[in-house]
C-alpha cells in the first residue's frame, strides 16, 4: 500500500463498497474513475483532491468524506486498475500450458502498465492489498501450481516475470516522457544524434560498445525498443523457469 496511507483505513476502504452513494449522492467508484482519468491524461500528479473534485462537480470536502486522503486514493486508483487484467480467476490458467499462460500474465501486465502509465509511480514497495489485487495474485500463481515448482519457486517466477514487465514498462514510459518534453519522436532523436556522437567518439577506442551500439540502433532506429527487451527477456525468462520444472 501507499507509504503514507493507514494500513487498517486503506483496508476497509479497498474491500468496502465503492457503489453506494453518500449525502452527496457521491460514491467511492465516482471519485476513482475521474482520478483514474485524470492520471491517465496528465500523470498521477494531475489527480488531486481538488482538481478532481472540480472534475466530477463536487466540493473537495465532499470528497474526503469518502476517501481520507491522496494516499488513500492511490491506493484505490491502483487496485481498480487491476482489476482491468483478466476476466476471471482462472483467465490465465485456461491457456495452453504453463508456458503461454505465463506468457499471457505478462502480456496483460504490460499492457496495462503501457494503457496507465502513472500506475508504475503509484505502486510502491509494499502491494496494494485489495481485492483485485489479491484475485490478481491468485489468478497468476495458479499457472505455475503443480507443474513441479515448490511454492517458494512459483512466488519467485511471478515476481521475476512481473518484474521484468515493471522495468521494460519503466524504459517505455521515460521514451514517451522524453519524447513528450524534446519534442522529438526516437527517429528523429536519433537522427539528430548519431552524427555528434560518431564525431564526438572519434579517436576513442570503444570496439565492442560501437559495434553493438550501431547493431541495435540500426535494427530499433532509435536508443531502446521497448517492446523488443519485453518480447527478448520474458523469452529467456520461460526457458530458465523450463529448466527448474522437475
Not at 463498497?17 to 492520471?39: F, Q, Y
Amino acid at each position: 500500500m501507499s507509504g503514507k496511507s493507514d494500513p487498517g483505513r486503506s483496508l476497509a476502504l479497498l474491500w468496502g463498497s465503492h457503489t453506494r452513494p453518500g449525502r452527496s449522492g457521491l460514491t467511492v467508484r465516482a471519485i476513482v474513475d475521474a482520478a483514474i482519468e485524470l492520471a491517465d491524461a496528465e500523470g498521477l500528479e494531475a489527480a488531486t483532491m481538488r482538481r478532481v473534485a472540480d472534475k466530477i462537480g463536487s466540493g473537495t470536502m465532499s470528497l474526503y468524506t469518502h476517501v481520507p486522503g491522496k494516499a488513500e486514493l492511490n491506493d484505490l486508483m491502483v487496485d481498480t486498475v487491476l482489476g482491468e487484467l483478466y476476466t476471471g480467476v482462472d483467465d490465465p490458467s485456461g491457456r495452453d500450458g504453463w508456458r503461454e499462460g505465463l506468457r499471457y500474465v505478462a502480456e496483460r501486465n504490460w499492457d496495462v502498465s503501457l494503457r496507465h502509465l502513472w500506475l508504475l509511480d503509484a505502486t510502491g514497495g509494499r502491494p496494494t492489498l485489495g481485492p483485485n489485487a489479491v484475485l490478481k495474485y491468485e489468478a497468476e500463481l495458479r499457472v505455475l501450481d503443480g507443474i513441479g515448482l515448490t511454492d517458494l519457486q512459483m512466488d519467485s517466477v511471478l515476481t521475476l516475470v512481473l518484474t521484468h514487465v515493471e522495468g521494460v514498462a519503466r524504459s517505455h514510459a521515460g521514451l514517451v516522457r522524453a519524447q513528450r518534453e524534446s519534442g522529438l519522436d526516437e527517429q528523429e532523436w536519433w537522427r539528430a544524434t548519431a552524427p555528434v556522437l560518431e564525431r564526438v567518439m572519434a579517436g576513442h577506442d570503444f570496439p565492442v560498445a560501437g559495434r553493438v551500439g550501431e547493431a541495435s540502433s540500426q535494427v530499433y532506429q532509435a536508443s531502446a525498443d521497448p517492446a523488443h527487451a519485453f518480447v527478448f527477456g520474458l523469452d529467456v525468462i520461460l526457458d530458465g523457469v523450463q529448466r527448474l520444472i522437475k
